[in-house]
C-alpha cells in the first residue's frame, strides 16, 4: 500500500526529473547542461557527451567541448549537430567550440511552450503519485487497518503534500519561463 512517505519521495522525484529537463532547454546563455542530451558514437556504442568530454563555459556565449579521446573529435561534433539543439560546432583539431546563437522571439515562444509540456507531464505524476496514496489510504480503512477519522487525516495530508509540489512545479515554471523570454 503507497503511504504518504512514499507518495511525497515519487512527487519529490518527479519535481527534480522537471528540474533536470528544464535545464536542457536554451536560454540565450551557454550551459554544459545545454549539452546533456547529446550522444556520441564511441567504443563500438552510443554514449553520454559528458562521458567523452568535459563541457566548459569560458563566457556566456560559448561552449568548450575538450574531449578525452582525440579521436572522438568528429564523432562529438556529429553528435552535436544531429542532436537538434540548433547549435553550430566548430572543430578546431583539438577542442569543438559551440557558439550559443541569441534565441529568436519565435524560438523563445517555442521553448516556452516545451516548458509548459515538461511542466504538465510533472504535473500528471505528482497527480498519479496522490492517486495511488488516495488508494491505499482508502483501502487501508476499508480492511478496518485505520479509522475513518485517521484516514481523513491522512488523505487531507496528501492533498497537502500535492498542492506543495505543484505550487513548486509553478515556480519552477515561471522562473524558467522568464529565464527564456529575457532578451
Same mark, same amino acid.
Given at each position: 500500500m503507497p503511504s504518504l512517505k512514499e507518495a511525497r519521495s515519487r512527487m519529490s522525484d518527479?519535481?527534480?526529473?522537471? /528540474? /533536470? &529537463?528544464?535545464?536542457?532547454v536554451r536560454t540565450g546563455k551557454a550551459t554544459p547542461a545545454l549539452l546533456d542530451t547529446v550522444k556520441v558514437e564511441a567504443y563500438g556504442g552510443k554514449m553520454p557527451l559528458?562521458? $567523452?568530454?568535459?563541457v566548459h563555459t569560458p563566457d556566456a556565449t560559448l561552449l568548450v567541448v575538450q574531449p578525452f579521446d582525440k579521436s572522438l573529435l568528429g564523432e562529438i561534433e556529429k553528435g552535436i549537430q544531429v542532436a537538434d539543439l540548433g547549435l553550430?560546432?566548430?572543430n578546431d583539431g583539438n577542442v569543438i567550440r559551440v557558439p550559443i546563437p541569441p534565441l529568436t522571439e519565435e524560438r523563445r515562444k517555442e521553448f516556452a511552450k516545451l516548458l509548459h509540456k515538461m511542466a504538465e507531464e510533472a504535473r500528471v505524476? $505528482? /497527480?498519479?503519485? /496522490?492517486?495511488?496514496?488516495?488508494?491505499?489510504?482508502?483501502?487501508? =480503512?476499508?480492511?478496518?487497518? =485505520?479509522?475513518?477519522?485517521?484516514?481523513r487525516r491522512e488523505l487531507e495530508q $496528501? &492533498?497537502?503534500v500535492t498542492h506543495e509540489f505543484t505550487d513548486e512545479i509553478d515556480e519552477l515554471l515561471q522562473r524558467k519561463e522568464q529565464e527564456v523570454m529575457a532578451i
Open positions: 518527479a519535481v527534480d526529473a522537471l /528540474r /533536470r &529537463e528544464f535545464a536542457t559528458n562521458q $567523452v568530454a568535459s553550430n560546432p566548430g505524476s $505528482v /497527480r498519479h503519485a /496522490r492517486k495511488l496514496a488516495r488508494d491505499g489510504i482508502q483501502q487501508r =480503512i476499508k480492511d478496518h487497518e =485505520i479509522g475513518e477519522d485517521d484516514g $496528501v &492533498e497537502t
